[in-house]
């Protein structure tokens, strides 16, 4: 049974970071690209970064660009996104998904093989 769990989230105030974790399991973890996206209540689903499945390219939108960074420890079954700077516009549930392809150029972004429940981030003012 695959299992994505995302942990990291919480409350900070703008301009605050945070740090938040995926781990996986019964699933061969390097063969994926991973991804974050996040959903805000009555928006819709948006996507953030997404990692090849080496650690060695990957995207992000421009929303994040320069505040967020992607990474990934294939030997822990680890995927994390690093938060800095965040603003209020950054407040939604965060989920990480697992995309059956090698690179995030070819990521079907509304098609994820797995994702898990979330963390909810919320950013105040």
């Known amino acids: 049974q695959v299992q994505l769990v995302e942990s990291g989230g919480g409350s900070v105030q703008a301009g605050g970071s945070l740090r938040l974790s995926c781990t996986a399991s019964?699933?061969?973890?390097?063969?994926?690209?991973m991804g974050w996206f996040r959903q805000a209540p009555g928006k819709e689903r948006e996507r953030v970064s997404c990692?090849?499945?080496?650690?060695?390219?990957?995207y992000d939108e421009d929303s994040v660009k320069g505040r967020f960074t992607i990474s990934r420890d294939n030997a822990k079954n680890t995927l994390y996104l690093q938060m800095n700077s965040l603003k209020p516009d950054d407040t939604a549930m965060y989920h990480c998904?697992?995309?059956?392809?090698?690179?995030?150029?070819?990521?079907?972004?509304?098609?994820?093989?797995?994702w898990g429940q979330g963390t909810q981030v919320t950013v105040s003012s």
């Open positions: 990692i090849s499945w080496k650690g060695d390219s990957s």
């Open positions: 998904a697992a995309y059956l392809t090698r690179s995030c150029y070819s990521v079907d972004w509304s098609n994820p093989s797995y």
């Open positions: 019964g699933l061969r973890f390097g063969d994926y690209a």
